[in-house]
């Protein structure tokens, strides 16, 4: 199984569902997606967008889906080996995880769903970045 690969989408197919167990970080590299929250469009992503980063750095399930609004082609890493090299060294876990917070701090404030989030990464850093 290769860490690293580009996939692609057609129209109205799913990358990858709300609720669904984490398995990729995924870039964004043609195209466009729809982010969905219980079926609804929430916010549009384009080329360089990030998905999955919420349920790949935290190990839960995805808050939004994703679906191609045209066709697109993900760069898709795997949840696997995104962990190894980001959990492997504490700096880059801490910079991330600070980045994260202040990232869901404003979005939480405006998205009512990262809220949730927001709370669970927060108590994450405030207890040393402990790593699963």
Not at 10 to 20: D, I, K, L, S
Not at 64 to 79: F, H, S, T
Not at 98 to 104: A, K, P, Q, S, T
Request: hydrophobic letters at 40%.
């Amino acid at each position: 199984m290769q860490p690293l690969k580009i996939k692609s989408f057609y129209v109205a197919e799913h990358v990858f569902f709300q609720n669904e167990t984490s398995t990729n970080f995924c870039i964004l590299v043609e195209g466009s997606v729809d982010i969905l929250n219980n079926g609804e469009v929430v916010k549009v992503e384009h080329v360089g967008a990030v998905l999955g980063a919420y349920g790949t750095l935290l190990d839960i399930d995805e808050v939004y889906g994703v679906r191609a609004q045209e066709y697109c082609q993900v760069l898709q890493l795997k949840m696997r080996s995104f962990n190894r090299f980001v959990r492997g060294s504490d700096i880059v876990w801490t910079t991330i995880m600070n980045n994260l917070v202040e990232h869901l701090g404003a979005l939480s404030q405006v998205d009512a769903t990262l809220n949730d989030i927001y709370v669970h990464v927060d108590q994450i850093r405030n207890g040393g970045f402990e790593k699963n």
